[in-house]
């Protein structure tokens, strides 16, 4: 096992061996992953969409008060009153979102993900990978001798 492969488990390149994986169910678990990967992509988009509108509403917060400064009331009272205590989204706040999102969402596809591939590769993640690796390394030593 070298360097690279001690820090993602217990598994040896014997393990991946005696993985009984069919070209079709390898081909599955490599897309579920990838589908995963991707949510969670998403889910740091959505992180993002949360801390920017963070700081817009800080600064609406700066407007308020900058139009109550310049004499504009009415204006700054809409801002208070209307906008400021607005939901991103059906009322909800970005925050309320993001938690929905992991709680609802994130948590429910990563336990889906990681029973699958404990019941098709035990437990073993990234096989396609680890497969792709171990092919490359091979035959880059096969082709120096």
Do not use: C
């Not at 801390?51 to 609406?60: E, F, S, Y």
């Not at 925050?95 to 429910?108: H, I, K, T």
Request: charged content about 40%; aromatic content about 6%; overall charge negative.
């Amino acid at each position: 096992m070298t360097d690279s492969d001690s820090n993602v488990g217990p598994e040896t390149a014997a393990d991946l061996d005696d993985l009984e994986l069919t070209e079709a169910e390898q081909a599955a678990l490599h897309d579920l992953q990838l589908s995963i990967e991707h949510v969670h992509r998403a889910y740091g988009t959505l992180l993002e969409f949360h801390h920017q509108l963070g700081h817009a509403m800080d600064r609406l917060g700066d407007t308020e008060d900058r139009l109550r400064d310049a004499g504009h009331e009415a204006w700054a009272n809409d801002l208070r009153d209307d906008h400021l205590p607005a939901g991103a989204i059906s009322d909800q706040w970005t925050f309320e979102l993001v938690e929905e999102f992991s709680d609802e969402f994130l948590e429910d596809v990563d336990a889906f993900e990681r029973e699958v591939r404990d019941e098709l590769a035990d437990g073993i993640d990234h096989v396609t990978e680890r497969r792709q690796k171990r092919q490359l390394r091979e035959r880059a030593e096969n082709d120096r001798d």
